[in-house]
């Protein structure tokens, strides 16, 4: 939020400097992002006079001047503004000066062959209003010689970044009550602090201060010229508790006088009409939204109401709205001319014809606001303030302000004020002990200095120390709200540093076994070659759909998140799985010459479950692009990656997770994502997937751009069993066996469509008290091997434990081996 140090001053009468105003504002919570200050900007810009003024030897459009600087010798300028002339008194830059406009700097140059020594500026150079058709003109008085930006008057401008929590800081008002209840200045009465605006104070009403409490004095009413002529009422007393209105005739529309035009300019608001304006002045100061709307223009009633099924509205951005029934608008017996809370319509607004007005201040339900909103993915300022909650109770006070400053402003005559419905009044009560300031906030203040400061800040504090919190403080709620409040204005400086009891001994471990887990493959990852890669956890729909895993047998239930108000429509899904992230980095990469790509991540996938429940998973991905080796004299032409070497990642990653990789199966379904011939998933048992591995098949591969073989592996960490029996973290002792271990080769015929893995498992389990480990190590087909079979080799491992192997022995487990083997079906080999 921005606003002037002159407007903050329209409320606090205060003597600090920018400074030490930044400094109060940064130690109470109100952080502030930065401070503008335009006599910076206007650094070399001077005031001065021009002497002469003839026409340019070589141009019909510009002149060459002469100008008094206050200083030395008068300059040469070259000069086109219609308006120069001998006598004017305008704003010269200097050569070294910066246009603040488009940040040229001036210096000493031929223009048409004659020297010019900087340049006279118009308002639109300076970025003090729009008028580029002429220079400035200044009174002749003017001092000659003296800085723009000193005779100016140039305002600073804080930026303050006002969190969720305090909608009473949504006005330059509740900013200047902070500061107040900070000690830096007395905050001055709600009436006194608009008429400070308008300088009329100065003009003999005097300035009345607030020095003993923040609730707002009551405004006198303004005395009706005639009874309101327009009905007004809330047929929607859920989303429009209160529409207070009234009528003002006789109005004269128009620019608005300077005053209001600076501390809008200061918010970043641009100045549109004295109407429109002084509406935005009740918001940007008060944190009270109002719209006025074009008498001329309503037909009827004007009604608080739910919308009807097909209406729409054109707000006054432009854009034409789709409303629902549970949305409010405000709507005459033409039709609807208001979103209710966020934005006006543009068939009802204010123009400069506009001489009768209808007032509306009315409080909705910050929830409605919220999601009518969020349905129409539409911003505003007025909604930004009724969202988070504005004060119930400003509702007569803001009408009141809002009507005399038009009738100051714009002249005309009020009608009575028509109140429907009642905004609720109802505000937190706390029970408090100003104890807890130091058993919560770490700080022991004195009771009386707690009771001074809840009471700057606008809160009833009873002699038992019951306190009531005002209407702008929906955010209080039990006493830690209060704790709070009493703290950061005490000063969190003063809250002494203590360092966390610790128990004597070493530090026990903190983190989880998932934390651990995901440490632990993190680095087995990064010490296998693969670069750690941290995608977004959001995708395009399209991506998002292309790894479903499973698909949903109703479009209205699909499996996938989608964000209703989501960042970009490039980030609208929730990731159903990590590879469309890594394939998306691997296509940059690779679009930018990288030869060769190693890629994984680590993070979470997000699932919707049954009936729409949420399931985050964590999940490991890879993906390996481009050559695995380069082409060289020694290998010849460059490798690219294929399906075992995404197996491999996936078997070596999932060992060091703790899963049992020797009993897992290599089975099918990896998903049509990949290649139907060279993908697989590892499974425990025929239904608990560890992972999927493979190359990706050329439709996905094309899908993202990519060409050429892409080996990928997903490994479902959350999927992996714990560890029975686990006792303590230390492993059991290592005993090396006292014998050597014995290696038998066994050869199978088998079918041609029979996994090896298998086979494999099926010897390996054939003797478990004697055979350790049993690998495959040859795969032949050809001749010798009958058709529609092939020769699998498996070498066997087996150790012996107290005593050396003799030939009955051996015999026996090569039998076992042989019978294990024959019910898959396969054929010891001759």
Request: net charge negative; aromatic share 6%.
């Amino acid at each position: 939020m921005k606003f002037s140090l002159t407007w903050l001053k329209d409320y606090l009468d205060t003597e600090a400097s920018v400074a030490e105003i930044a400094a109060a504002l940064n130690a109470i919570g109100l952080e502030v992002e930065g401070i503008e200050d335009p006599a910076a900007k206007l650094a070399g810009f001077r005031v001065a006079r021009v002497l002469t003024a003839a026409p340019h030897p070589n141009a019909d459009k510009l002149q060459v001047l002469t100008v008094d600087t206050g200083e030395g010798d008068p300059l040469q300028v070259v000069c086109g503004a219609p308006n120069a002339r001998a006598g004017l008194v305008g704003v010269l830059g200097l050569p070294g000066a910066t246009v603040p406009v488009n940040g040229m700097v001036l210096k000493v140059a031929a223009v048409r062959g004659v020297e010019s020594n900087g340049m006279m500026c118009s308002t639109r150079e300076l970025e003090l209003g729009e008028d580029h058709d002429g220079i400035i003109e200044l009174p002749a008085n003017a001092p000659v010689g003296t800085p723009f930006a000193e005779y100016h008057g140039a305002d600073p401008v804080f930026d303050v970044a006002i969190t969720p929590n305090r909608p009473d800081c949504m006005g330059v008002y509740g900013i200047a009550r902070d500061l107040a209840a900070a000690g830096l200045g007395a905050l001055r009465s709600v009436e006194a602090g608009a008429r400070a605006s308008t300088g009329s104070a100065r003009a003999g009403l005097g300035i009345e201060t607030n020095t003993t409490s923040a609730q707002p004095e009551p405004v006198e009413g303004h005395a009706p010229s005639f009874p309101c002529p327009t009905e007004i009422r809330t047929d929607d007393p859920e989303g429009c508790p209160a529409f207070h209105g009234r009528v003002i005739h006789g109005v004269t529309n128009g620019p608005s006088p300077q005053w209001l035009q600076d501390r809008l300019k200061s918010a970043g608001q641009r100045p549109i009409s004295a109407l429109v304006d002084l509406t935005n002045y009740m918001m940007l100061g008060f944190g009270r939204p109002a719209h006025a709307y074009d008498l001329a223009r309503l037909t009827g009633a004007v009604v608080a109401r739910r919308a009807r099924e097909g209406e729409t509205c054109l707000a006054l951005n432009g854009k034409t709205y789709a409303l629902t029934p549970d949305m409010t608008v405000i709507a005459d017996e033409a039709g609807v001319h208001d979103i209710a809370g966020i934005m006006g319509g543009e068939h009802s607004g204010c123009s400069d014809t506009t001489t009768d007005v209808l007032l509306e201040v009315a409080y909705f339900d910050p929830e409605r606001i919220g999601a009518t909103g969020r349905a129409l993915n539409l911003t505003s300022d007025a909604r930004s303030r009724f969202e988070r909650g504005v004060d119930p109770h400003f509702l007569d006070t803001g009408l009141e302000l809002l009507t005399r400053l038009i009738l100051e402003t714009c002249g005309g005559e009020a009608s009575g004020v028509v109140r429907a419905g009642s905004a609720p009044r109802e505000t937190a009560v706390v029970a408090y002990d100003p104890a807890l300031a130091e058993t919560l906030g770490g700080v022991a203040i004195p009771a009386g200095e707690q009771r001074r400061i809840l009471a700057a800040l606008g809160f009833s504090v009873g002699e038992d120390w019951t306190v009531s919190a005002p209407g702008w403080r929906p955010d209080v709620v039990g006493a830690p709200d209060l704790v709070e409040e009493v703290v950061r204005i005490w000063g969190l400086d003063n809250v002494a540093s203590v360092p966390l009891p610790r128990a004597d001994g070493v530090a026990r471990p903190t983190a989880t076994p998932a934390q651990k887990l995901e440490r632990r493959v993190r680095r087995a990852a990064a010490a296998r070659g693969l670069n750690e890669a941290v995608t977004w956890s959001f995708l395009p729909v399209s991506e998002a759909q292309a790894f479903v895993l499973r698909q949903a047998q109703d479009e209205r239930e699909s499996p996938l998140w989608v964000l209703d108000n989501p960042i970009s429509e490039d980030m609208k899904a929730m990731r159903p799985s990590l590879l469309p992230g890594l394939l998306s980095a691997a296509r940059r990469n690779l679009d930018r010459g990288a030869g060769s790509l190693r890629l994984f991540e680590i993070g979470r996938r997000y699932l919707r479950g049954a009936e729409g429940t949420s399931d985050e998973r964590l999940t490991l991905g890879v993906v390996l692009a481009g050559d695995r080796t380069a082409r060289g004299w020694a290998t010849g032409k460059a490798q690219p990656f294929d399906a075992f070497d995404a197996k491999a990642e996936a078997l070596a990653l999932l060992a060091e997770a703790g899963a049992p990789v020797d009993n897992l199966q290599v089975m099918g379904e990896a998903g049509p994502q990949f290649h139907p011939g060279q993908s697989a998933t590892l499974r425990l048992g025929p239904k608990t997937v560890l992972a999927r591995f493979g190359l990706l098949h050329p439709a996905t591969a094309k899908a993202f751009d990519l060409s050429g073989p892409i080996a990928v592996a997903e490994l479902f960490l959350d999927a992996i069993p714990a560890k029975r029996g686990a006792v303590g973290f230390a492993r059991a002792a290592y005993v090396p066996p006292a014998l050597q271990p014995v290696t038998r080769d066994f050869a199978f015929l088998v079918a041609a469509d029979k996994p090896a893995g298998d086979l494999v498992r099926a010897v390996k389990g054939a003797d478990k008290a004697n055979i350790v480990s049993a690998r495959l190590f040859d795969d032949f087909r050809g001749q010798g091997v009958p058709e529609g079979q092939k020769s699998l080799a498996v070498e066997v491992t087996l150790q012996p434990v107290e005593k050396s192997y003799a030939e009955a022995d051996l015999k026996a487990i090569a039998d076992k081996v042989t019978a294990a083997a024959a019910k898959l079906g396969a054929v010891l080999r001759g």
